[in-house]
């Protein structure tokens, strides 16, 4: 497999792993609860900072570890961003709803 298609790859396994960082970190903080199931959208906020930060972890590693097999060392930026981002809000939004349940009436 080609570099890039291995950090298309690695990301998209990141975003999963996001995905269960900001749901786990909904849970610690029982903004995920049988009492109030939806937080609002501070939980989201949280949420979309933990994915950015946990994007900019994967560039770090990545650049690390493919810096010196690839053409333009740029496209270790961008490339996979959409894969991680998309898998990131799939897997949360899925998460979230199995964990939160139904909501009050």
């Not at 950090?7 to 995905?19: H, Q």
């Not at 786990?24 to 933990?50: D, E, Q």
């Not at 690390?64 to 490339?79: E, F, G, S």
């Amino acid at each position: 497999m080609k570099p890039l298609e291995t950090v298309y790859w690695v990301r998209f396994l990141f975003g999963f792993l996001a995905a269960l960082v900001c749901v786990g970190y909904a849970v610690g903080t029982n903004v995920i609860s049988s009492v109030a199931p939806f937080g609002g959208t501070t939980v989201f906020l949280n949420s979309v900072s933990l994915a950015i930060i946990m994007y900019l972890l994967t560039y770090y590693l990545v650049k690390h570890r493919y810096k010196l097999m690839v053409q333009k060392p740029q496209k270790l930026l961008t490339t996979g961003i959409g894969i991680y981002f998309l898998s990131w809000i799939a897997f949360w939004t899925l998460l979230y709803t199995i964990l939160a349940g139904k909501p009050p009436v």
